[in-house]
Structures are given as C-alpha cells and as structure tokens.
C-alpha cells in the first residue's frame, strides 16, 4: 500500500507540472493570443504529453522488462488521445453546453474565467483516467 501511495505522490507531482505546462500553454494562446480555447487546448494538451511521458515512465512508473520504447510510446500517445479527446469534450460541455447556456453564469463570470474552470474541471477527471489506464496498460505487473 506504501508503494502506491507513493506512486500516486510522484504522479500528482509529474501531473502538477504537466498540467502547468499545459495551463500555461493553454492560456497563453487562448486568453493572450486570442487563439479558439479547443485549439489552445490541443496544443497545451500535446506538449505536456511530451513532458508527461518521459516524466512519468522515468519516476513513476516500473517499465516492463524489455519493452519496447516505441511501442511503449504509442501505447502512451493512444491513452493520452483518448485523454485529450475527453478534455475536449469536457470543456466543451462546460463552455458551449453550460456556459453558453446559463444566463445567470454569463452575468456573473466571464467567458475567460468559464474556460479556467473548465479547464481544470476537465484536468481533474482526466488525472484519475491517465493514473488508471497507464498503471494498467504501460506499467510492469508484479
């Protein structure tokens, strides 16, 4: 049990900065450069999956005796789609679904602070399905 609360410790440390890099990447194209927020959110998304895997598989993770890193990757960049491909739908839901949708929510917050809150709504649901499916998928069974 002390291994993996460990384990989930380094994870919420590699998926606190992960998620600083995406954030960062995220609002800077989308509140500072006017780019749409599902755009900012691929590109965020993208690049902190990069950070994430090398990340993860050197601290968090046990690799699987004689892997093979490509596939290894792949198997990563699958789960990882299907992780952003849910973070989209998340923020989407929170800003065209409930937002665009809520008049007394467009009254009392703006559409910027709409898509930080669905950016970390989505961020946090998406958290708990990369820890599951990457100790399922990509980690040594024991």
Do not use: P
């Not at 900065?17 to 900012?40: P, V």
């Not at 993860?56 to 699958?78: L, P």
């Not at 739908?89 to 009254?107: E, P, Q, S, T």
């Amino acid at each position: 049990m002390k291994k993996l609360i460990d384990q989930i410790l380094k994870f919420g440390v590699v998926g606190f900065l992960a998620f600083f890099i995406d954030f960062g990447i995220f609002k800077l194209l989308s509140a500072a450069l006017g780019l749409h927020y599902l755009i900012a959110n691929f590109f965020g998304f993208t690049i902190s999956l990069i950070f994430n895997y090398a990340a993860s598989m050197t601290f968090v993770f046990e690799r699987k005796e004689n892997a093979d890193r490509k596939r290894e990757f792949a198997v990563f960049a699958v789960l990882s789609v299907i992780g952003l491909l849910l973070n989209e739908l998340i923020i989407y839901i929170c800003i065209d679904g409930i937002y665009a949708n809520a008049a007394f929510l467009r009254a009392h917050m703006s559409g910027d602070l709409a898509a930080t809150l669905g950016k970390i709504i989505a961020t946090g649901i998406v958290m708990v399905y990369n820890f599951v499916t990457r100790k399922i998928f990509l980690e040594k069974k024991e």
